[in-house]
Each structure stands twice: as C-alpha cells, then as structure tokens.
C-alpha cells in the first residue's frame, strides 16, 4: 500500500481510540433492558457508525480543495468521517429510546 493510498485511512487510524470510547458508552449506556433485541439494534447501529464513517471518510478526503494545502484533506475526512460517526450514534441513541428503552 502507497503513502497516497493510505492517507484517506490515516483519519480513522488516529481516531481510532476515540470512536472506541464512544462505541462503548453508547453499548453500556443504559444498562437495561439488555435483551436480544438491543444487543442486535446496537450491533446494527456500531456497524452502519463505523460504515457511514469509512465512506465519509474516503468521499471528503476524494473530494478536498487540495488548493488549501496537503494536509486540508486530512482535516476535511477527519472532521465529515467524525460528524458521520457522532450523527448516526446520536441517532440511533435516540431511536432506540423511543423504540426499545420506552416500553
């Protein structure tokens, strides 16, 4: 793999740790009702966050104003790839009160 090729993943790399924390407290968060239901809407969430994310990541970092600067795609794909991932959690946190907490 390229410098060039890896570069849109470089954003994800470094939030990495991060998205890890927010993957966590949203699967914790609340405690109950923990039945199958829940676990498979929040596997479904984790996956189109962590999804969304990639996509956005490689769209923004294709489509950057490379005239800002080399390093501006880098801060483009990192600033989408997190409002995408904040976006579809918040969501989906939402969503799973009004269908599954809220009984």
Do not use: E
Request: positive net charge; proline residues 5%; hydrophobic residues 55%.
């Amino acid at each position: 793999m390229s410098n060039v090729a890896a570069q849109p993943a470089l954003a994800l790399i470094l939030f990495a740790p991060w998205f890890l924390i927010l993957a966590t407290l949203y699967w914790c968060y609340p405690r109950q009702p923990r039945d199958a239901r829940r676990r498979l809407f929040d596997v479904a969430a984790l996956a189109l966050a962590f999804i969304g994310c990639l996509l956005s990541l490689h769209w923004s970092f294709g489509v950057a104003d490379r005239s800002y600067g080399q390093l501006w795609p880098q801060i483009l794909a990192t600033s989408v790839g997190y409002g995408v991932f904040l976006a579809v959690l918040g969501g989906a946190f939402w969503l799973r009160r009004k269908l599954l907490v809220a009984r």
